[in-house]
Structure formats: C-alpha cells, structure tokens
C-alpha cells in the first residue's frame, strides 16, 4: 500500500477527531456530554466507553449489512448496541465499580446515544468492515477528546483540580467558582468551547484551502511548475509527485489542527 | 397522597429532566426553533412517557422476579421502540387529528434517552415504588421536559432579529440561552427535601 492508499484509508479516523467532531461538529450525544463531564476523568471514562460500543456496533452492523432487511434495519442495530452497551455496563460494575456508580444511569443510556444509531445508519451499514471500525475509532476518539477537554475545563474551574487532583494555590486562593460544575455551568462551557472549536477548524480549512489554491496558481504559471515539483521529489523521495501532494496535504491539515486546538 | 405531589414537584421543577438531569438534550436543542413545533414534541413526550412508565414498570417486575435484572437496558429499549410504533398505528388509526401533530415526533422520541431513562430510573431511583407512582413520575417528567422546551423556543424565537455574533450562530446562542435557563431552575435546588 502506498503512502496515498494508506492516507485514503485511515481518511475516517482523522475526519471522526477533527472534521466530524461527534460533539462540537455533529452535535451529537449531547446528553453523556453535559452530564457527566463534571470532571475530566468521568469525561475520559465515558468517552472509552462510548468508543469500545461504537467500534464493536459498527464491526457487527458492517459484518451484517447485507443481511439485515432495510425495513426492520433500526431494531436490529438497537439490538445490536444494546447487547455492547450491556457488556460494558457488566465490565465496568465488575472492575471500576466506583466509575460505575459515578456514571450511573448514563452508562445504561450508552445504547440511546444518538452518535451510535448515527454512525450505523450513515456509516457503517454502507461500508466495509476496516473503514466502518476505523470510523468508529475515528468518532469515538473525537468524542474522548471532547468529553474530556469538557471535563478538564470543568473540573479545575469549578473544584481548582485537574484529573482529581486539587490545585492548592488555586482553591486556597478561594477561585473556584462552583457554577461550573452545576447544569448550568455545563451548558456554557460547551457553547463557548464549541464557538472556539469551529473557529480554529474553520482557520484550519482556510489555511489549508489557500494552500490549494496557492499550488494551483503555481501550477498555472509554467516557470515554477518545476521547481515545486522538484522540492517535492527532493522532500519525500517519491516519483510519483501526485501522491506525495495529497499526503503534504494531508500531514499539514492534522498539524494545523492540532496546532490550532 | 403527598408523596405524589412530592414526586411531580421534584420532576417539574427541583430535579427537571433536561436542565438538572440532563435527559433529552438532542430534541431540546434540535426542535426548539418553534414555539408550535416544540409544545408538539413535549406533548408526544409527556404522552409516550407516560405510557412506557407502566409498561416498562409491569416489565420489570418479571424481570426482578426472574432474577434477570441484567438484561434491563435491552428489554427495555426494545419495549420502547415496539410501543413507539403501536402507538404511532394505534394513534393513526383512532385519532387522524392527534396523528397529524404528533406523526413526525413519535419515532424521533425512540433514541430520546428521557424516556429510556425514567423507565430505569422509575425501577432504581423511587424510594416507594408503584405502578401509580411510576406513571405520575413519568408524566411529571415529560411535563418538566415540555416546560422547559417551550421556555427555551420563545427565547430562539425572539433570537431570530437580534444581532448574533456570527460564531455564535445557531447551536452555541442556544447553548448559551439554555444555560441561562438552568441557572434560574437551579433556584429551585432550595426545595430538594
């Protein structure tokens, strides 16, 4: 596989994190999003959870999707979902029994996440099984990310601690303002971080389209066609100039990304 | 008789599904652009709710008595999407005009987690626990929900002419409303009891 087959492939896990952003972009799975990310490591743990019942749903829907009739296909993916958020609701009482009853009634309503029935309908009954599991590794990445980012802006704004453990200087100080880990509190921070979110990926897209269309202009002018060409073969020692385009372009967009956020 | 007001209290306003509990976000967010639309959806809401209560209730009780508690989220997710269609072809076929202005919401409540999620917390979170208690929980919570849907649609309705920052364009201004919303429904947290 060469380095353009490769970055074709691994496409929906980059766009799941950035791109399709479940919570930021799609707003999806709003619910397990404000409830739980009072605090970054229930954020964290919730997002894993989502992550493992999404990877495995898409697997066996992906597997199935030429079985299942489309009349009845919503039952059978609910069925589906429910049978993994049930696996890992057993899991979790067994080994993180704390976790468990932190999460509580909203590990239960893992199967009712809308990002699962999203991802299924729009994904994973379409696609192959590499490109469904991939996807669902891609969004449910983005959905830890986010839940987590929530939780750790939450947590140390309203106790003054970050992963559960407090900041003496900050809660001595006495500036950790309580409303932020209460409902409303939730609800502000997720708009602002979402305003932020799409402005640095909009800069992100701009960064990179104006790139495309610089190439281009370079392109149209025949003087510098060579030298561009040039410097790229020189850059990835690879002939075949067209791919070692796509992929610059490809490396770029996640740096600028994760440069922005 | 009290512990009933007790329960539609707590429901309605002191632990209110979307803005305390945070039960049915993706409707409140997704259909609360109208004032007409949203009290629809809040209707189909209270009404599904309602009705799931008791059954998942009925449901439960052969589930405890057959030791097989474990296979509560399956059952019951399973027994909501079932009753969702019934009484979509029931409401149908007895009632064309309650057809007409619930149709498009009732098979959108199927992955609205408040209804899965006062069917479990009906079984594990009531101190006393009765198929009268359970409905009234259940349709004090839809009343909670519609309350708060409706608050939040008047706000977006008048939010239409004003002049939004254009980031804070559609879901971030409503976020923001709705957290205005859940700081004043947290003045009702003084009458936990």
């Not at chain 1, 999203?118 to 959905?143: C, K, M, Q, T, W």
């Amino acid at each position: 596989m060469n380095r353009k087959q490769l970055a074709t492939a691994l496409e929906p896990l980059t766009q799941g994190v950035f791109k399709n952003n479940a919570t930021f972009r799609l707003v999806l799975g709003t619910c397990p999003t404000l409830a739980v990310t009072t605090a970054a490591l229930n954020g964290l743990s919730m997002g894993l959870a989502t992550m493992f019942v999404l990877v495995c749903s898409n697997a066996i829907i992906s597997m199935l999707r030429n079985f299942i009739p489309r009349k009845v296909r919503i039952p059978a993916y609910i069925l589906v979902i429910a049978a993994f958020s049930t696996l890992v609701q057993m899991i979790m009482r067994k080994f993180l029994p704390d976790m468990y009853e932190t999460l509580g009634l909203f590990l239960s309503l893992v199967v009712v996440n809308c990002i699962l029935l999203a991802r299924a309908e729009s994904f994973a009954s379409l696609n192959p099984v590499l490109p469904s599991v991939l996807d669902g590794l891609g969004i449910g990445l983005g959905f830890t990310f986010s839940l987590t980012l929530l939780g750790f802006i939450r947590e140390l704004l309203g106790t003054g601690a970050v992963f559960g453990y407090s900041i003496e200087p900050i809660v001595e100080a006495g500036l950790p303002m309580t409303i932020f880990v209460l409902p409303a509190g939730g609800f502000m921070v997720y708009g602002f971080m979402m305003v932020i979110f799409n402005a640095a990926v909009k800069a992100a897209e701009n960064a990179l389209n104006a790139r495309k269309a610089a190439r281009n202009a370079d392109a149209a002018d025949g003087t510098k066609i060579d030298e561009v060409e040039k410097s790229e073969v020189a850059d990835t020692e690879n002939a075949d100039s067209g791919s070692s385009n796509s992929d610059e372009r490809h490396e770029e967009r996640s740096a600028a990304e994760g440069g922005a956020v | 008789m009290p512990y009933v007001l007790l329960i539609i209290i707590n429901a309605v306003f002191v632990n209110n599904f979307v803005l305390s509990r945070f039960l049915g976000i993706c409707p409140f967010l997704g259909v609360s652009k109208k004032t007409e639309t949203a009290l629809g959806m809040g209707i189909a809401v209270i009404f599904v709710m309602g009705v799931a209560s008791v059954i998942t209730y009925a449901i439960d009780l052969a589930l405890v008595a057959g030791g097989m508690e474990y296979l509560r989220t399956i059952v019951f997710i399973l027994v909501i999407a079932a009753l969702i269609q019934l009484v979509e072809i029931f409401v149908k076929r007895f009632s064309p005009s309650l057809y007409s202005a619930l149709g498009v919401y009732l098979p959108l409540i199927t992955t609205n987690c408040a209804v899965l999620g006062v069917a479990i917390m009906n079984v594990t979170e009531l101190t006393e626990v009765n198929v009268l208690y359970a409905f009234v929980n259940g349709v004090a919570s839809g009343i909670g929900f519609t309350i708060a849907i409706l608050i939040l649609a008047g706000i977006r309705e008048r939010m239409e002419t004003a002049d939004i920052p254009a980031s804070f364009k559609g879901f971030p201004i409503t976020l923001l409303a709705a957290s205005v919303i859940a700081m004043s429904f947290a003045a009702f947290s003084a009458l936990s009891f």
